[in-house]
């Protein structure tokens, strides 16, 4: 396989590298090379690799500007998502028409009022107010693939693969109290209580919110099982684990690992976020016969590991 991935030295890119790069050819541009965020820029660099775009068996979206509770919902946090995707669609005036194109999406598109999350829910709802900008940007982007598919009945169906809160075993991750995921903020929060024998841990929220996660090291799976089909069925696929946990168990589960025996503090007057935000995995297993798999003392173990 030769794949073409835009966002290689992001946590989901680079894990991806990771793990491929011995076994497979891999293109994989830098911002300085091509900058999705310049129009000009990235044309001009699609335009003097033509030919190499071309040779691609698949193009893989994994590029992002991404944070966590208290960044995703945010003018900046909107254009540049949305710029970029704009700027991403020149790229496919280079593919050939058996090239798989392969758009790394987000929960945070979902409406907000649905349990379990299916594919045919995008529209039927509100986005979560504090991942508005980041969701409604993925959401663009994700629709925008939809109707390319639409004007382009001859090139290989364009997907997108939504994904549930990420941490990784086979890359870095992002451990910034500003900006990082609340798996990964959490266990910074804890570690760097119990290294400084902090007798108090705060946590936003009630504790009550319920998210999922999965490991960045399932991808390289979930995208051989699909490119293993020749002809997918649907443009959209929830990936998620089920990997459902309250926020309030898991702190109390990474609390417990780390043998911190201070108060932890649930601090309602910060956001939570959706109460549930899980999604409905069943069209990818079904289809793919692959599901994701997830364990919570393996995150919890992997994150403390990758933190040190």
Not at 120 to 136: A, C, H, K, P
Not at 178 to 193: I, R
Request: proline share 3%.
């Amino acid at each position: 396989m030769k794949g073409l991935i835009f966002g290689a030295t992001g946590m989901v890119g680079s894990g991806l590298v990771n793990a491929w790069k011995d076994e497979h050819t891999l293109v994989t541009p830098t911002r300085q090379e091509a900058d999705l965020m310049d129009c000009e820029d990235f044309r001009r660099w699609c335009k003097a690799n033509g030919s190499l775009i071309d040779t691609c068996d698949v193009v893989i979206y994994a590029a992002g500007d991404v944070g966590g509770i208290g960044s995703q919902n945010n003018y900046h946090k909107q254009l540049t998502n949305t710029t970029m995707y704009l700027n991403f669609m020149e790229c496919l005036k280079y593919i050939r028409q058996t090239a798989r194109v392969i758009n790394l999406s987000s929960s945070c598109m979902y409406p907000v009022q649905y349990k379990f999350a299916i594919e045919d829910d995008l529209f039927r709802g509100n986005i979560e107010e504090t991942n508005f900008g980041y969701g409604m940007a993925k959401l663009f982007g994700t629709t925008l693939l939809q109707t390319w598919n639409e004007e382009h009945p001859s090139y290989a169906k364009a997907v997108t693969f939504v994904l549930p809160n990420l941490y990784s075993s086979i890359s870095d991750n992002n451990f910034n109290l500003k900006n990082s995921h609340v798996a990964q903020a959490l266990v910074t929060k804890f570690k760097y209580a119990v290294d400084r024998n902090h007798p108090k841990v705060k946590v936003w929220g009630s504790g009550n919110a319920v998210r999922e996660y999965m490991d960045v090291a399932e991808l390289p799976n979930i995208i051989e099982a699909y490119l293993s089909e020749e002809n997918p069925e649907y443009d959209i696929y929830n990936v998620g684990s089920k990997g459902a946990i309250q926020i309030k168990d898991y702190a109390y589960n990474i609390a417990k690992i780390l043998d911190y025996t201070g108060n932890i503090v649930f601090d309602i007057t910060m956001p939570e976020g959706a109460l549930y935000k899980v999604m409905d995995n069943t069209r990818f297993v079904h289809e793919f016969d692959y599901r994701p798999r997830f364990n919570e003392f393996d995150m919890i173990s992997q994150l403390l590991e990758n933190i040190s």
